[in-house]
């Protein structure tokens, strides 16, 4: 499968965090409307009903088609409406149509579900050893799209114009309460033969996060936490958006030709109190909270206005690796869909705000030196998108628990905004 | 208000009115999941829900704000969500956005329109001349939306690859057996001096349907009934949409470009029993239904091919006035959502197939010698639209009943093929 | 061919037209670089060179290849390069790409037009009265592209920011001394049946002028001069392209779309002193001249906000014959790339200002009753341009002399800018 | 300057060297009409007029106006026409409109790089440090846009359907006679760590070439030539433009949108002679040439179909100067417009076909460690294009004698079909 090579999950393991991820999908669908979770809001994005069916459709086809015996799928057609990408599977239903498909209906996607949950569930202790790689394989896969779950959602309700929210906002005293962002400290790490990607043995990893190879590394220095909205702000307010110095040339035409002012979600930047689209609606800018949805971008001209640069991915994961940092959720495991501010709760150690904003970096997305992808359908997975992306590290405050590695390659092509994307500054030492 | 000069309806009996007409609109929505309601498949098409929201919004705006004291909108951020294109009453959602609004809910919505009815309700005993000619006008602006809701909700029932179905497909016995269509008869109409347009103080009438006037005709005969599916295929297989002699030059362009090979919603046209979709489904062409869903140059093309062309508006009309012609639907006032064959329900007189599909003609949405848009928001309502489109006289069977009217001009542009809109044939005389 | 029927014209009196026309073209490249009669600055515009090609063409495909025994094309290849439109005249090269043709080179395409001339000479006292049709059709379609190399030229050297001139500007004596429009006089006509159209044995027409047949005209006025520059720009400094309540729906959708702000080649209209771009180059408004380059949205809007309207094509015809006027250049043969005042030059009866600009109308371009395009290659002339045009009457100062007619009927889509069209207003009586 | 330090070169050489290249220039446009030179066929290409007006106002603006006492630009409005995208010298003319300038003629282009180079040559002795580098930094550029002029100009005849050549091509027996290419050879290089970029202190580089720095290289090996026309054709014929398998993401869908179905330029593949479109004209394929036009996703996909995959530009760096390849035009200095197998002309040693077409890496257009754009203007030479573009390493056949450098890097996006770009297959070993 598109996993490295590690151990094969044991079945009843493998079935226990089954039931527990697709669980976890139905709880993010569950605040929402059928209506709400029909719409497609642009190309990239898709329903929330179509993340529910073709997570289920994997399993369907990557597992219970080939290995159970006498399998016999839901719906015949759900093959060509749930399959997302992948050509060696067959035709597919177009992209920027998935917000047509009014049916099936919500109702039936549920009953989708449920019957290859049994399925799964009766065939898991018969598995052999590809299969649970597969079924590990599709967990991962269900955990990406539950991040995309939300990422998706915010851009779809964000286009409507009453600024409705997702959840609704907690009482100011559960909100982290952080009117200032800790002190950027700049943290400095000798050059170095590093290595770099997922260590063989090491539990489960995506393909593209190996080989495991060592690179050569210039001393440099890296910020302890994320930008800040504040400190996004004063870029905005000395007329960053307006400036082509601090800009590369494709960032420049795409940010004049999209009209971009400010990152999408801020309203009224030019009063006292520019107010923020979130999940929980329209709320207040934090000024100590990460800044997030920047396009690669905005993220490399704040960079250039700060005098400093966005971090290479090696030098994001030597320096994680080598400070000893951990990619867990700040708030425990509860849903938690709002970048918060470092050290609002309790966030330690030499960086912080790590799991609230995925970090681009400047490196373009490639394949590591020896990567080949593997056989079957599972080989379009990562590799086939080796172009024109650039990659991002870290995790998300959307990014499920226990879905994060600091050998984690989260890739989007340079204008994404929707994502949870924000930037760590890097700079030269010596 | 945009309707002609009339006599002012009386407030009982529009009250009467008022409550049917609002509550057909519901009926229409009733087989139809939220899911269903909401998504928008083209810019040119609206959601179900958008309908029953901004046919309420009418009245609410051109009604109860203006006329009834004390009124106070339900939700004042309606206003911006749910006009249509009133430069006169503020900005407004982008059209091709109106799909993007999960919320309102459906169950909001329908609230909304609950909340309109009852102040409506109350305010009518009450209404002046003025508040009750536009409570007139709001009538006659949801029937047609009644018809846009069908017409919208087909297009976007097309897109889904299961072919989803509206309703169930009604049992074959009560199906009309039509395999053959009536000969089609050839009505001949000296020439003449023909009063054209709605006569004063008959009753209601759009704008743009006067002020009546004389032309001249000349000699003429028209078709007794539609064109058929069935002709329509020998078109098609006699390879009309591959030759550029039957075509305008701009509906070349556009059948090239779209790559159409037939009516959108033909199926297996190369096959011994083509499949057209319908509000039922799929369902086997029937040789003797009107064709329908042809865009302007389609069916030009056609009457090319077929040694015809298409009527005026004013043979049109002239032809039905002589011929005593009548406007109705067939199968008394129920639902009837797919056009069926002339003949099968008892269709009689010298025209037939009438209020089956609208029927294009070769006459340009122009005004009337005289026209004048009226005053207030209601001037917006017709003459802004007159460059760039064709009449279609008639009814469609998605037309609700007591909606049809024989100066009625309906106005599409020439490449517009989501209506009910198929043709009948004319020729020159002499 | 796709003249109405009429008289066969005399060889000889051909030849020497033919001449007479040919010449002309030629003298219209003069004052240009192969540099200028090369480059195509939009789709809709054709180089100078392409014209003089695809006129050459025209003779050698409709009448040498198919009358002239023996004659061999000068290159097969330019079938295909300069091929207008012609479905039945086989495949062609795409009307975007015509300013890609930097081979053959201008040298070459005057061989082109002299080999064709001599064998168009050489054969015009042995035609029979099919090829002489023919050639008369052929003369009268290279005086239609005359103008349009002017129009199409004069759009190339407005888009360059050096604004070239195609001739030096005439010394101020010698030009028209106007500050002044005439006064504006409003001519009255009585409600007519009215004869429309190329009256049969007059000479020339093409097939769209006829049939000739009687319409119903209700009472009316019309200006005596067409709207000048001064009056527009009264419109334009009162904010009439900021304000929807003048456009039609498309209009303003487009003027929003394209950013119009006043008409193309105004420049510095917030100043005193507007400049116009001129084939003359950049010059001061004259408030006297015609307005020129309006699209039939900006023609229609200007005429709501002045409190009248666009005349239709047959009020236009009627008034013009019944007040006997004539269609001629004012200032005799030579040329005139450029509007001039009424009055002017010389200027007289009860209209004024005609062959300065075409006029817009309300009609659409329709066909006539009884119109039927004639066979062969044109019958593609006029017919299959009838839909989503407007007809445009009189004649512009870019009109060859001696190619207007009172009954001609040039048509454009409604958004096209770049011919020297104006308009005239009309309004009501009674 | 946007060069990376270096010694500054004496005024005398510059002069000699400035004499030269600019006369170059004008060789490459001497076979060309103005027309030839003054078309636009796309927008990423510029038409040869451009070139030589943009190359000459690189020189007035960077030096002679900052450092020649007293001059004064040729024409002040240059400055806007010929500003290529200089964001710190001001507004410039649209980059798809460079096509529409007819005016200045090409004679007054001529003109203004004469009057340019008599003030360069007059200023040379006197220049100072600052400048001195400045102009070979403009010779350098000066020599890129020659190979441009030549790639755009190709673009522009192969959008010609008359196919025309730019040059007559030689006689049969001075043409390289390659039936077949070389044997392809394997050339194995161990895993090291190799220092990449130029050297400070020997002589000229762009600032993208450096800072110099280590890189980690695992052992790879590398093919001794490019791959040829014949290798490619049978890539073609096995379907490869046809199964996605071979294809990244990107790449299979540019290939279908567009309908790429060989390299640009190949006509009649399916036949047993295939044509090739070359600045000779429409020739016959030739197996032992190297392919050529070839954008990124084809080079990767022929390589994934061959079994191989393409080079970092570390590897092909490191390989080249390992193997001591030197980069030289094999035909002597003379115009060589059409790559050449490798070995027809005496080519020797480890790798062939060097110079003959650009080769496409693996690697991201990033910048190195360490890289800091340069202040002033040429800041944006190179460092704002650093994303989204791949590296191609090399040099073409259409690239001026003495340009090429084994650290040179070129970049463009991916789908880039316009530049000589071909591709060397790479391997990992061990």
């Given at each position: 499968?598109?996993?490295?090579?590690?151990?094969?999950?044991?079945?009843?393991?493998?079935?226990?965090?089954?039931?527990?991820?697709?669980?976890?999908?139905?709880?993010?669908?569950?605040?929402?409307?059928?209506?709400?979770?029909?719409?497609?809001?642009?190309?990239?994005?898709?329903?929330?009903?179509?993340?529910?069916?073709?997570?289920?459709?994997?399993?369907?086809?990557?597992?219970?088609?080939?290995?159970?015996?006498?399998?016999?799928?839901?719906?015949?057609?759900?093959?060509?409406?749930?399959?997302?990408?992948?050509?060696?599977?067959?035709?597919?239903?177009?992209?920027?149509?998935?917000?047509?498909?009014?049916?099936?209906?919500?109702?039936?996607?549920?009953?989708?579900?449920?019957?290859?949950?049994?399925?799964?569930?009766?065939?898991?202790?018969?598995?052999?050893?590809?299969?649970?790689?597969?079924?590990?394989?599709?967990?991962?896969?269900?955990?990406?799209?539950?991040?995309?779950?939300?990422?998706?959602?915010k851009h779809?309700?964000s286009?409507?114009?009453?600024?409705?929210?997702?959840?609704?906002?907690?009482?100011?005293?559960?909100?982290?309460?952080?009117?200032?962002?800790?002190?950027?400290?700049?943290?400095?790490?000798?050059?170095?033969?590093?290595?770099?990607?997922?260590?063989?043995?090491?539990?489960?990893?995506?393909?593209?996060?190996?080989?495991?190879?060592?690179?050569?590394?210039?001393?440099?220095?890296?910020?302890?936490?994320p930008v800040s909205c504040g400190e996004y702000l004063q870029f905005v307010r000395?007329?960053g958006y307006?400036?082509?110095?601090?800009?590369?040339?494709?960032?420049?035409?795409a940010a004049?030709?999209a009209g971009w002012l400010a990152p999408p979600g801020w309203h009224e930047v030019?009063?006292?109190?520019p107010q923020v689209f979130t999940?929980?609606?329209?709320?207040?800018l934090q000024?100590?909270e990460p800044v997030c949805h920047l396009s690669f971008y905005e993220a490399?001209a704040y960079?250039?206005?700060?005098?400093?640069?966005?971090?290479?991915?090696?030098?994001?994961?030597?320096?994680?690796?080598?400070?000893?940092?951990?990619?867990?959720?700040?708030?425990?495991?509860?849903?938690?869909?709002?970048p918060?501010?470092?050290?609002?709760?309790?966030?330690?150690?030499?960086?912080?705000?790590?799991?609230?904003v995925?970090?681009w970096?400047?490196?373009?997305?490639?394949?590591?030196?020896?990567?080949?992808?593997?056989?079957?359908?599972?080989?379009?997975?990562?590799?086939?998108?080796?172009?024109?992306?650039?990659?991002?590290?870290?995790?998300?405050?959307?990014?499920?628990?226990?879905?994060?590695?600091?050998?984690?390659?989260?890739?989007?092509?340079?204008a994404a905004r929707w994502q949870f994307s924000g930037l760590?500054?890097?700079?030269?030492?010596?």
């Amino acid at each position: 499968m598109g996993a490295t090579a590690a151990a094969v999950p044991a079945a009843a393991e493998l079935a226990r965090r089954y039931a527990a991820v697709r669980r976890h999908s139905l709880a993010l669908a569950e605040p929402l409307s059928p209506e709400d979770q029909c719409v497609q809001s642009m190309p990239d994005a898709s329903p929330t009903k179509w993340h529910l069916a073709h997570t289920t459709w994997f399993f369907e086809t990557l597992v219970l088609q080939p290995d159970a015996p006498g399998y016999r799928p839901v719906d015949p057609r759900y093959g060509y409406l749930f399959n997302s990408y992948y050509e060696a599977l067959g035709p597919r239903h177009p992209r920027p149509q998935r917000g047509l498909l009014t049916r099936p209906t919500q109702a039936e996607v549920l009953r989708y579900r449920q019957a290859v949950d049994e399925a799964m569930l009766a065939f898991l202790p018969h598995a052999g050893p590809g299969a649970l790689q597969a079924v590990e394989l599709g967990l991962h896969h269900e955990q990406q799209h539950q991040e995309l779950m939300l990422t998706d959602l915010k851009h779809l309700l964000s286009a409507n114009p009453l600024h409705p929210a997702y959840l609704p906002a907690p009482p100011a005293a559960a909100r982290p309460a952080a009117p200032q962002a800790s002190a950027l400290r700049w943290l400095a790490f000798d050059g170095a033969r590093a290595d770099i990607g997922h260590p063989v043995h090491d539990g489960f990893a995506f393909d593209n996060e190996g080989p495991r190879h060592a690179v050569l590394l210039h001393p440099f220095e890296l910020a302890s936490r994320p930008v800040s909205c504040g400190e996004y702000l004063q870029f905005v307010r000395d007329g960053g958006y307006r400036d082509p110095r601090w800009w590369l040339s494709d960032g420049w035409a795409a940010a004049q030709t999209a009209g971009w002012l400010a990152p999408p979600g801020w309203h009224e930047v030019e009063t006292a109190q520019p107010q923020v689209f979130t999940l929980f609606g329209l709320q207040p800018l934090q000024p100590a909270e990460p800044v997030c949805h920047l396009s690669f971008y905005e993220a490399a001209a704040y960079a250039a206005w700060a005098g400093a640069r966005l971090p290479t991915e090696f030098e994001w994961e030597h320096a994680m690796r080598h400070a000893g940092a951990v990619l867990r959720r700040t708030g425990g495991g509860d849903l938690h869909p709002h970048p918060r501010a470092p050290g609002a709760a309790g966030d330690a150690g030499a960086f912080e705000g790590l799991h609230e904003v995925w970090e681009w970096t400047r490196s373009a997305y490639d394949p590591y030196p020896g990567f080949r992808p593997l056989g079957g359908a599972a080989s379009e997975y990562n590799g086939k998108f080796m172009v024109g992306q650039l990659v991002l590290r870290g995790a998300s405050c959307a990014t499920p628990p226990g879905h994060a590695r600091l050998s984690y390659r989260n890739f989007f092509p340079p204008a994404a905004r929707w994502q949870f994307s924000g930037l760590r500054l890097a700079r030269d030492l010596g």
